[in-house]
């Protein structure tokens, strides 16, 4: 420990002087190019409810959007190859049975967020027609069950299919764009300038250790 002590008084400024430096080496160091970047578009739907399983359940999801016939549709003037590697880029994290994420990444920004926007549309487009249809379906029965002229016994047997009826209809729920549509820059940012004169500082701190301590270590060994 005394001759460590003496180490320390000798390479006092050394000590000093060297995290400083680094440092501030650190601090001024010009920013490396940058990575090409790439982006990733999302958006969160919620599912709807009208008794359509491919589109009401979130877990079928992957299995109707990576569908070729679906993603001809949404893109029907794209080539097979670039389908196939659309197929590939596109990321459907299932949240619950009704939540669901739709990530597609891109290196283009506009590109990934139009590629994206185009299978949400067809999705949520598909879905709104399914939805008007089970709508209207009740809807029509409705109408013709209240219009129904029915003997005293059968009062009770048409009040209650018309309470179902309306209370299928209350259930009825179209698909909802529950997080809207973004695109996220995924190039790392670097260190900041700030950063830089931590980790300066501390390879400094580092050098300084083995400048001291080292020599002594194999020096008693």
Known sequence: MKRIAGRIKKYFVLIIALPLVLGL??????KGKA???DYTASVTIS???YGESKYNNAKDVPLLLKNEPFLKEAFPEMPEEDLATL???LAIEIRSDSLFNLN?????????LNVLEKIKNAYMTADKTLFSKREEMIEK???ALEGETVSADSKVDKQRF???LETNKLDLKAAEEIEPLNVMDNQAGGMSPKKRAVLGVLIGLA???????VPEVFKER
């Open 141 to 143: 029965n409705i109408k």
């Open 87 to 89: 197929k590939d880029e």
């Open 35 to 37: 990575a090409p970047s």
């Open 162 to 164: 018309l309470y179902e």
């Open 47 to 49: 599912t709807g409810n």
């Open 207 to 213: 050098l300084s250790f083995f400048i001291i301590v």
């Open 104 to 112: 597609y990444t891109g290196s283009d920004k506009e590109e990934a």
């Open 25 to 30: 080496f650190g601090y001024f160091m010009p």
